[in-house]
């Protein structure tokens, strides 16, 4: 028996289906899966990228963000990648 699974009342026996989850334990789940996601498609762009052309990589990324250079782009999104994937993890319901 799981920690989400209720009990049948009078029973005390697990019914199997998952304790009702909060909207925004939802919310955060679909989230982190979204992050965990993009910045995995980012960090492969980047990734690409330095092997292509590698003198890129000390660019900035967009110039909206002179300060973000292409490599630091690419840390962040990778441990952003893992972050939000290792939380989708822990808050799956099964």
């Keep these: 028996m ?3 699974s209720t009990v049948t009342p009078g029973t005390g026996r697990a019914t199997g289906r998952p ?3 909060s909207l925004g334990a ?4 679909q989230l982190s899966l ?3 996601i993009y910045s995995m498609i980012e960090w492969i762009y980047v990734a690409i990228c ?5 003198g890129t990589l000390p660019l900035p990324l967009t110039h909206l ?6 490599d630091t782009s690419g ?3 990778f441990t952003l990648s893992f972050l ?3 939380s989708y993890q822990l808050t799956r319901p099964d």
């Design 19 to 21: 304790a009702n989850r």
């Design 2 to 4: 799981d920690i989400l």
């Design 26 to 29: 939802k919310a955060f789940r």
């Design 65 to 70: 963000l002179p300060w973000l250079r292409e």
């Design 75 to 77: 840390v962040i999104c």
């Design 84 to 86: 939000g994937f290792v």
């Design 34 to 36: 979204a992050i965990a």
């Design 50 to 54: 330095s092997l292509v052309v590698p």
